[in-house]
């Protein structure tokens, strides 16, 4: 079955410690995505890569930090300079635009990280 | 100010009865995107279009550009559509979607 993954669903944490937020696809997708979701309030762009080996910041990446070493993996690690880090956490992938003239993001199941 | 705008921000009607949600953008776009997220959280991508209409089962999703609006209707509602419903719009190479807020649908038997 093709589609993304994350791990694990819920996540603790202590305050001021890092967290690695897994992601994996096997849709054989480029570009992989993460968001940040809080009440009330619209998905978030935290991060993107649109190859291996590349990534750019999204609106709101202070305090996190990124890699894609892997087509298939796009790790998010929240850092303690991140000063709200309790929410739920999405992965996304897509086939970039100039292969499909717009690109339609596959989404995770997301995790939700609450910080103690 | 968000860019993407949907209205009404929540939605509680009984079992059949026609949905409609809104969303309205401020600036020129590639695409625009209609996801449900149900409680668990996970998100489906419904809709991507950037003109005319689009349907699929008893859902239907409309563009009007130059009005920078678009609606998403269901049909014959049912409690299992009871979601989240977020629209989002997609602006060229950038490959980012900037989303809404999200509207609750709520649909009681």
């Known amino acids: 079955d093709g589609g993304i993954t994350q791990s694990p669903k819920y996540l603790f944490r202590k305050e001021g410690q890092n967290v690695t937020l897994s992601c994996e696809q096997n849709?054989?997708?480029?570009?992989m995505y993460w968001y940040r979701q809080d009440p009330g309030q619209g998905l978030r762009l935290i991060y993107y890569s649109q190859i291996v080996n590349d990534f750019q910041k999204g609106d709101i990446a202070e305090g996190y930090s990124v890699s894609r070493e892997k087509k298939e993996s796009f790790p998010l690690t929240v850092t303690s300079a991140q000063k709200n880090p309790t929410a739920f956490y999405l992965c996304?992938?897509?086939?970039?635009?100039?292969?499909?003239?717009?690109?339609?993001?596959?989404f995770g199941p997301g995790t939700r990280l609450t910080v103690l | 100010k968000n860019e993407v705008e949907q209205s009404p921000q929540n939605l509680t009607a009984q079992e059949g009865e026609f949905i409609t949600i809104n969303c309205s953008y401020s600036?020129?776009?590639?695409?625009l995107h209609w996801l449900q997220q149900h409680p668990g959280g996970g998100i489906v991508s419904l809709f991507m279009l950037s003109s005319g209409k689009k349907k699929h089962g008893r859902l239907i999703a409309t563009i009007n550009i130059q009005e920078k609006h678009s609606s998403l209707h269901i049909t014959a509602s049912h409690p299992r559509d009871s979601a989240v419903y977020i629209c989002a719009v997609s602006f060229g190479g950038a490959q980012k979607l900037v989303f809404g807020q999200g509207t609750r649908l709520t649909i009681n038997p």
């Open positions: 996304a992938s897509s086939i970039p635009p100039v292969f499909m003239g717009y690109n339609e993001q596959f």
């Open positions: 849709l054989n997708h480029d570009a």
């Open positions: 600036v020129g776009i590639s695409a």
